[in-house]
């Protein structure tokens, strides 16, 4: 099993993250966290009618973190995050159907979009819950028909926000970011470790 890094020196909390995600799990190793548990929350993700994205990530977070509370001791922290991506007011969901991917891309080609993410933490020795919303603009360049049906033929774009992945090829595509770039990956790590400072996890 693995265990928390305490780079303070503090004493022990376990930390339980709520996420399925690979992606955010080798962002907290990024800065020293290893969750000494891991919980696939299972949520129903389908946007309510009308509902709006910045409203969306935050109840898909609380969501995840009351899953994540249910296998909480009496000292542990829970973590959770939700990330969208979002074209005006319409929600780019994660998706495996290639037509969906080409409709997102379509979309977002030659535009601004806004990433969002949405972290909680929950203190269960305080009781206490902790949360941040963090947006990215990120500008995307004007797709060919060429680039885009190259980056659908590579299959990155499957169960990722927005249907891209800045991680990979379609950093190719991107003019700027204007805000957190790990949040576009799936958790702001400043923010997040701000939380987690906030707790005494990390210094």
Wanted: with cysteine; proline share 4%.
């Amino acid at each position: 099993m693995h265990h928390t890094y305490f780079l303070s020196g503090k004493s022990n909390f376990p930390l339980i993250l709520a996420s399925a995600s690979p992606r955010r799990l080798q962002l907290l190793k990024q800065i020293g966290i290893n969750p000494e548990k891991i919980v696939h929350p299972q949520i129903d993700e389908t946007p309510q009618k009308k509902e709006l994205p910045r409203l969306y990530v935050q109840r898909l977070a609380q969501e995840k973190l009351y899953a994540g509370k249910k296998h909480a001791s009496e000292s542990s922290m829970v973590l959770a995050a939700d990330t969208i991506a979002a074209a005006g007011q319409r929600i780019l969901n994660k998706t495996q159907d290639i037509n969906i991917a080409e409709k997102h891309l379509r979309l977002l080609s030659g535009r601004r979009h806004r990433v969002y993410t949405a972290v909680t933490l929950y203190n269960s020795e305080k009781q206490r819950t902790f949360f941040r919303l963090v947006c990215t603009i990120v500008h995307f360049s004007r797709l060919t028909e060429k680039q885009l049906f190259t980056y659908l033929e590579t299959n990155e774009w499957k169960d990722k926000t927005g249907s891209y992945a800045i991680q990979g090829y379609a950093a190719s595509f991107i003019q700027s970011v204007n805000g957190s770039y790990s949040n576009i990956i799936g958790l702001p790590l400043f923010e997040t470790a701000q939380l987690l400072r906030g707790q005494g996890l990390i210094p």
